[in-house]
């Protein structure tokens, strides 16, 4: 990792990115859940204590806040991401929709008992105000 080469630390900069994203073995979790890789290894603790490990030695760690240096792999790109990501997370209605959506509607069935209760409901406001208000 000899900063006199031209490389541009495409992998050291991955493995920092994962390693700022990866605390522990849930966040592994849903990032296996979301594709995002496979875990071939035996747990997601160890893959989380795979990307800490790989994350201590790397030009990163030599990242200063007055000065970003060439052989850190920590660049405004990955900071912005990651400013985009916790904004994304931090956005209460995007929560809470994920999450009704994940609670109460995690299959086809769900979803079309939902949208037939609400053609029920609309219906019978319709023949409550016809038989109110009647033309």
């Known amino acids: 990792m000899c ?6 630390y495409e992998f050291c900069s991955f493995i920092s990115f994962m390693d700022s994203l990866i605390d522990n073995a849930e966040d592994v979790k849903e990032l296996r859940l979301s594709g995002i ?3 071939l290894l035996r747990s997601d603790e160890d893959l989380a204590n795979l990307f800490s490990e ?3 030695d790397l030009p990163t760690n030599n990242f200063s806040y007055w000065c970003l240096c060439n052989a850190v792999a920590l660049s405004k790109k990955h900071i ?3 400013q985009q990501i916790e904004k994304h997370y931090t956005t ?3 929560t809470w929709l994920a999450k009704a ?3 109460h509607f995690s299959t086809p069935w769900t979803i079309i008992a939902f949208f037939a209760a609400l053609l029920i409901v609309i219906l019978t406001f319709i023949q ?3 038989t109110i208000d009647p033309r």
């Open 128 to 130: 409550t105000f016809f």
């Open 3 to 8: 900063p006199d080469t031209r490389s541009k």
């Open 80 to 82: 912005a991401v990651k």
């Open 54 to 56: 790989l994350g201590v």
């Open 101 to 103: 959506y994940n609670t």
């Open 37 to 39: 890789f496979s875990n």
């Open 92 to 94: 209460k209605w995007k």
